[in-house]
Structure formats: C-alpha cells, structure tokens
C-alpha cells in the first residue's frame, strides 16, 4: 500500500528554524512535493524534488533521500504568516499523487 | 501563469438536491484534472481523475454515479454532487497538471460544500 508519515502538529518560534520531516513508502515514486496550505484554502506549491539532495529557495529548503523513503522541508526566519498546514505528497505513476496527512505549524512571537 | 480557478466559492444546498462545481484553467489548456475532497482537519483525498474527451477514472470507493464528472474541453472540468446529503459536505479541490511540468499540479481555490 501506500503511506506517508509527517507529524501532525509543531510549535516554533517567529525567527527561528523548523524543519518538518515526512517519510514515504509507495508504489512508485515521480518525486515528492511539498505544499502549504492555510486553513479554508486550497494548496499552494513550495517545492519539487525528484533527485537525491537538498533544494533551497529563499527562506524554504526542501531535502530528499530516495533510499531511505525521506524527505524534510526546512523553514528559515520564520514569520507568522508561516502558520499554515504543510503537506507531503509523493507523486506516483500516471501523475497522481499520494498525500501525507499534513503538518500544521504554529508560529508563536 | 498556470492559474486555476473555481466556482462556486461557497454553496449551501438543501438534501437531495444536486450541485455543480466547475473547474477552469484560466491561461493554459489541462489535458488532465483532479478532484479532491478535504475533511476538516485531513489530507486531501483524491476522488477522480479527470481527462479531456474521456471518461473520468474514479479512485476506489467513490460512487461515480452521485459524483459525475465531466472534462468537455481542454479548459473546463465539471464535478456534480448529484442527491447530496449532509455526509458530503467538505471542502472540494481541483487541480491541472501544468502546461509545462509534467508532474507538477496547479490548485484551484477550493469550493466548500454545506448540505443542510
């Protein structure tokens, strides 16, 4: 079957650092996303990572390891506005795609 | 680029009756669109695929006779929640693979459903 694992819920701080971890096991992989999703909107796209390493742009880093199933989207100087949901998704065969639960985030000052 | 829009935004309708939500690629055409369907506090779950000039291919467990998917052109998709009940109530999303990546898919703004 298919399974995404990432926490549920993290706390941090407006300034710091935080890094939300997602594990996958599926049936294929095509790369894996990372959206953020604020309460009552729809997704919006971070990130794409298909090849092994890490993916920075601006204050979102995202890493990928195929071999061991792992991925992790880092966030830099965190801003309130950082407070959102943030989804693991994995793309399988014919582009659809596997969703992890989501992780909220929640920035206090 | 790669805008996606939705309409209705919000809909509250009366049991039994039926509602349709449209999905439309507003600067590029999408060959593919997916429906997805959101619980308060879950991921998203996606319910059909959505092709142009074909038939929809629905994920297990989703009723294609009360959910009819319709994707008449390159730039319009249509979800009809046909006799709904509250039980549907949610918050439906759809998205288009984009015009220039293959894997990548553009959301659209969501509808949220209210069946009272």
């Known amino acids: 079957g298919q399974n995404i694992d990432q926490p549920t819920e993290m706390t941090a701080t407006e300034g710091a650092i935080v890094q939300i971890n997602c594990t996958y096991q599926t049936s294929g992989f095509n790369g894996l996303f990372w959206y953020q999703q604020h309460a009552g909107e729809a997704p919006t796209f971070l990130s794409y990572n298909v090849l092994d390493g890490l993916e920075e742009k601006g204050r979102f880093s995202s890493f990928l390891s195929r071999s061991k199933g792992y991925s992790y989207l880092l966030l830099k100087e965190l801003q309130m506005k950082d407070s959102a949901s943030y989804l693991c998704a994995v793309c399988i065969g014919n582009y659809q795609l596997i969703w992890g639960a989501g992780t909220k985030l929640i920035i206090k000052p | 680029g790669a805008v996606v829009s939705q309409h209705p935004s919000r809909v509250i309708c009366k049991s039994g009756t039926s509602v349709k939500i449209e999905c439309r690629s507003l600067d590029f055409q999408a060959t593919t669109m997916f429906w997805y369907r959101q619980f308060p506090k879950q991921s998203l779950m996606l319910m059909a695929t959505?092709?142009?000039?074909?038939?929809?291919?629905?994920e297990q467990g989703v009723e294609k006779d009360k959910f009819l998917i319709n994707h008449a052109s390159l730039t319009l998709s249509t979800l009809t929640v046909t006799s709904a009940h509250p039980e549907d109530s949610s918050f439906y999303i759809c998205s288009a693979r984009g015009p220039t990546s293959d894997y990548e898919q553009y959301f659209g703004p969501g509808t949220r459903l209210t069946v009272t």
């Open positions: 959505s092709n142009e000039g074909s038939k929809a291919t629905y």
